[in-house]
């Protein structure tokens, strides 16, 4: 074995006679630590490069080099326009303006992303708090609350950069005041634990004690090159180009190969002292172009592994939390109140933080304001349970936690964790969509006028409570997704984003572009990079912080459209094109898919867009705009126009499937849903209560109604469910068909709590509800063990108005549906592909499920005749009473 020294120097010192006794040194000492594998030329021929086998590549184009197509997915789903194409190409090359701009103030899109950790308060570990701002057209940025008397000038921005910097970014500092008799610290760069490790380094050791404790740890000699860290640069550069170097190239000669430089400077060292800088030796192979592994002494190894500092000085380096709470009073404390104060052109102003994320909008009608959230580590929540691992199928429960409780007034978070999401798991659900989580001033709103993007509710709760409930959620094997609201905001000033700096544009465009047409609300100003700072890092926070594991980004047809999506739609693919096209919002939402599917891959997004834009789902390397999933909306349109306008004998069986299957090319990127909040809230009717209404179920004349109401609840819920897409959603409490609309409590009710709750003593005993929740916790248990959502799409074969008979397969499963109001079929031929036994696994029309039980158990085994029926070459004849499915 030889020992070798891997160094810069080893590699260029030129080919001349032994050095000075004290060259080893020299090259010791840019030692590096051991690397596993090195590539080098072990043969003093020049290296020659290796024949590739490959054949040659033909140039690629701009687009095929950045593996991006922005037109890709237009073949895909047979889109040839030309106006639609050019637009997407034009949208990709602004696209790279925008991220060359983007790349020019952060390193990459994660830190695009990265705001909150920076932006609003943040405790130093120099005993002092920092907060920061943006508010460009302030002309002076002070934060005011409980810990200063409210004083405008005591916490201030500094003059000059560090006070306001280019691009209109405030920062604060709030140092922490020493306790009566204490002195300040000796050194300034003394820091301290608040969080990690808030325990340690609380040993009483003082800093010159670690400091001269920390010389004990190295050996005579190892030190040499910390303390004289120029020694050896100065003397290889005298080497080189020093009086005595090769002053032409002549002079200089050839240089050797490493291996031949090394082994004659090692056989000119050999008598050298033993030194205690660490040996290194080499294996090499000999072959040309040589991977060699560079290995440490064992001997020497083992001596280092043994050794123990004296004092654990990466610790003590930094004092903890106790050592600070007794030297120091907290600038600001837990729990402290506080705004930002801003002198603007237009006179002073008092806001609540745009990154806060505690905030009580409205106490007791008094103004709003922040809340400083940090805890003592100690009372800190501590994760449990991992994320779930994502389904191949979603089931969706959706839900609002203000509204989930039976008493008639506002839940929160720990009884929402108590009380549903047992009851979620136990109905067969694998998932929750929360409504209404981010903080907004207005109860009424049902949570969609957000005021405070960075905060959870504080009507249901404390951070730490819901993060509480997303980990009892992840312990249950449930996925946690939030309804987001970044197509608008709420326009609020003192507590929400509107005239936060006294400007109109700060985060919003000006004019009617800045306003919604019909909600009140304000339209973010999506080309602005300051607010995609804003938004993006918002997405990661709630990622990161909260543990959520996907987002249902709301209503963008309000963002992507200039007109909010009022308008007419005929179908024409221009109309996707012109200019009512908002290009800056659709490259936000391309950048928000790209940055939280890298942050974690198996980040769900879904895309609530009435329009239903091209390439919602496709991939944005081919041009789109990245989601996981999108929302169907035409499906309960549907059937709320079915119930509301059409008598149950005039359904189109015709006009059913293609609404349920109009999607072709992105059928397993569908999310399905009968009915979903829209439906029951603002003014709205549930499907059981356009069903049933007042009706008395234990009256005699009532029973047809209750049976009709029951079947048809529970046939358009099995339809929905299984004949297309990858996802399902349910409201809240419609799972038993609750009877009542959601209103919220608002002047025109008297802000009365009576329709904002769930009855869910209802599916507690036998009856109605009872039994349509028994039928919908089968169906999801249906889905659990055949996998129909994430099976390939349905085959419908069967389409009969006048029968009202619709019949499907999907995978092995069959599907037969008979929405005709009076008339039952014997024997009714249906197409099947496959001969055998068929056996019926759901069937509505059982007594369990609130049906009449026509069919016996002995006919849920039926067996195909070779008979052809619906182009298929075997057929079924089934049984088919009237409003029944199986």
């Known amino acids: 074995m030889v020992s070798c020294i891997p160094t810069t120097p080893l590699f260029l010192l030129p080919n001349k006679p032994s050095l000075s006794r004290q060259s080893p040194n020299r090259q010791q000492q840019t030692i590096t630590p051991p690397i596993p594998r090195w590539r080098c ?32 997915f237009l073949t895909k789903l047979g889109i040839s326009n030309k106006a639609f194409a050019q637009f997407l190409r034009e949208r990709y090359k602004l696209l790279k303006d925008l991220k060359v701009d983007m790349f020019t103030r952060f390193a990459n899109l994660m830190e695009v992303a990265s705001g909150y950790e920076l932006l609003g308060l943040h405790r130093h570990r120099q005993h002092r708090v920092d907060f920061m701002e943006w508010a460009p057209g302030a002309r002076y940025c002070s934060l005011v609350g409980d810990f200063n008397g409210w004083s405008p000038t ?26 009566d008799g204490e002195q300040a610290d000796e050194y300034y760069f003394q820091e301290y634990n608040y969080m990690d490790d808030y325990d340690k380094g609380d040993n009483g050791v003082s800093v010159d004690e670690i400091l001269k404790r920390m010389n004990e740890y190295w050996e005579p000699g190892e030190d040499r090159f910390l303390k004289s860290r120029f020694e050896v640069p100065s003397k290889l550069y005298e080497e080189m180009f020093g009086p005595n170097g090769p002053q032409t190239e002549e002079e200089l000669g050839e240089i050797a190969d490493p291996e031949t430089r090394y082994k004659a400077w090692k056989e000119s060292h050999k008598d050298d002292p033993v030194s205690n800088l660490p040996p290194f030796d080499v294996i090499d192979n000999g072959k040309e172009y040589d991977i060699f592994n560079v ?99 979603l089931r969706i429960y959706e839900c609002h936690v203000g509204i989930s409780g ?67 959620a992840h312990g249950l094997g449930l996925l946690v997704f939030l309804d987001i609201v970044h197509s608008y905001a709420a326009a609020d000033e003192m507590v929400g984003l509107s005239l936060f700096d006294g400007t109109n544009d700060c985060y919003f465009h000006t004019g009617k572009r800045g306003q919604h047409k019909y909600w009140g609300t304000r339209m973010f100003k999506y080309g602005d990079l300051d607010v995609l700072h804003y938004l993006l890092s918002n997405l990661k926070w709630w990622v990161v912080e909260y543990q959520i594991d996907g987002f249902q980004f709301h209503s963008l047809s309000s963002m992507m459209y200039t007109h909010n999506g009022f308008a007419a739609f005929t179908g024409d693919i221009e109309e996707y094109c012109n200019q009512y096209v908002d290009k800056d919002a659709l490259m936000y939402l391309i950048l928000a898919n790209e940055m939280l599917h890298e942050l974690h891959p198996n980040i769900v997004t879904i895309a609530e867009d009435a329009t239903l834009y091209p390439g919602l789902c496709e991939p944005v390397n081919q041009g789109g705009l990245g989601f996981d999933y999108y929302v169907n909306l035409s499906v309960s349109e549907m059937w709320l ?58 009256s005699s004349s009532s029973e047809d109604l209750i049976l009709r109401g029951s079947s048809l609840h529970k046939m358009i819920k099995l339809i929905t469910f299984t004949i297309s897409g990858h996802a399902y959603l349910n409201f809240m409490g419609n799972e038993f068909g609750h009877p009542n609309k959601v209103e919220f409590p608002m002047p025109s009710n008297d802000f009365s709590f009576s329709l904002a709750h769930r009855q869910w003593n209802l599916f507690m005993d036998k009856g109605l ?103 298929l070459r075997y057929c079924l004849e089934v049984n088919l009473p009237s409003r029944s499915a199986q």
Request: with cysteine; glycine share 8%; hydrophobic share 30%.
């Open 295 to 393: 290995v440490d002494d064992p001997v020497w190894r083992a001596k280092f592994r043994a050794k123990k500092p004296p004092i654990a000085y990466w610790i003590e380096m930094r004092k903890g939390r106790k050592a600070w709470l007794e030297k120091y009073i907290p600038a600001i404390s837990h729990g402290s109140r506080y705004r930002v104060y801003f002198n603007t052109p237009g006179g002073p102003l008092e806001r609540v933080p745009a990154w806060a994320t505690y905030v009580l909008p409205d106490v007791d009608g008094k103004q709003s304001f922040a809340v400083h959230w940090e805890p003592p580590p100690e009372s800190v929540y501590k994760w449990k349970n991992k994320r779930p691992q994502v389904p191949r199928s």
């Open 41 to 72: 030329s072990a043969t003093n021929q020049p290296p020659q490069p290796k024949k590739s086998r490959r054949p040659a590549k033909k140039p690629q184009t701009g687009a095929e080099r950045t593996g991006v197509d922005p037109v890709g």
């Open 769 to 871: 509800h009872y039994d349509i929740f028994s039928f919908d916790k089968d169906m999801m248990n249906l889905d659990e063990n055949e996998h129909i959502l994430s099976r390939g799409p349905p085959n419908i074969h069967h389409v009969n108005n006048s029968s009202m008979v619709i019949s499907y397969m999907r995978g092995p499963l069959l599907f037969i549906f008979n929405f005709h109001p009076q008339n039952s079929y014997e024997k009714y031929s249906v197409g099947v592909e496959e001969a055998g036994e068929y056996q019926v696994t759901l069937n509505t029309d059982e007594i369990k499920y609130g049906g009449r039980g026509c069919i016996g158990g002995d006919q849920y085994l039926q067996r195909t005749s070779n008979k052809r029926v619906d182009g």
């Open 406 to 472: 039976t008493e008639m007034k506002i839940s929160s978070f720990n009884e929402f964790t108590l009380r549903v999401l047992t009851h979620v798991k136990g109905a067969g659900y694998n998932a929750i969509q929360l409504i209404g989580i981010l903080e907004h001033k207005d109860y009424s709103s049902v949570g969609y006028k957000v005021t405070n993007f960075f905060a959870v509710s504080s009507r249901f709760g404390t951070p730490d409570d819901f993060k509480r409930l997303v980990d009892e």
């Open 641 to 698: 126009w079915f119930l509301e306008n059409v008598p149950d004998h005039e359904w189109s069986m015709d006009k059913m499937a293609s609404v349920l299957s109009s999607s072709k090319t992105n059928a397993d990127k569908m999310l399905m849903y009968a009915e979903n909040h829209n439906q029951s809230i603002s003014g709205g009717k549930s499907f059981a209560e356009i069903l049933f209404g007042d009706i008395k179920e234990h």
């Open 154 to 179: 005591e916490n201030c921005a500094r003059e000059g950069h560090f006070g306001r910097d280019d691009f209109g970014y405030w920062l604060i500092i709030l140092e922490d005041k020493l306790r």
